[in-house]
Nanobody, 120 residues
Framework: QVQLVESGGKLVQPGGSLRLSCAAS????????MGWYRQAPGKQRELVAT???????NYAESVNGRFTISRDNAKNTVFLQMNGLKPKNTAVYYC??????????????WGQGTQVTVSS
């Protein structure tokens, strides 16, 4: 069993910053990557950023330069530092965990989501 516990989401003013955290526990041997996705009301879930256990990162173009993903492998935790937040960044942010190096055998897990609201 895998547990993903997210924290850090809250109401913030435009231009502000937030740091999201996600800690993984349970049967998580062989982590390939962790990341963040988001889903705004009425929209599909979309990639925000991912990071592999060797540090390779991938960002959505819309957040590149403002958001930074990082990880603490020893604690199986991934962070998302979000700067220059905009109202359109309002969404539920979901932690994502991928286990398994080979794509054909990779398993994906999701956190319960944390609400980020950017509003004045």
């Amino acid at each position: 069993q895998v547990q993903l516990v997210e924290s850090g989401g809250k109401l913030v003013q435009p231009g502000g910053s937030l740091r999201l955290s996600c800690a993984a526990s349970g049967s998580i041997s062989g982590i390939y990557a962790m990341g963040w996705y988001r889903q705004a009301p009425g929209k599909q879930r979309e990639l925000v950023a991912t990071i592999t256990m060797v540090g390779t990162t991938n960002y959505a173009e819309s957040v590149n330069g403002r958001f930074t993903i990082s990880r603490d492998n020893a604690k199986n935790t991934v962070f998302l530092q979000m700067n220059g937040l905009k109202p359109k960044n309002t969404a539920v942010y979901y932690c994502n965990l991928e286990i398994g190096v080979l794509p054909a055998y990779r398993r994906t897990y999701w956190g319960q989501g944390t609400q980020v609201t950017v509003s004045s």
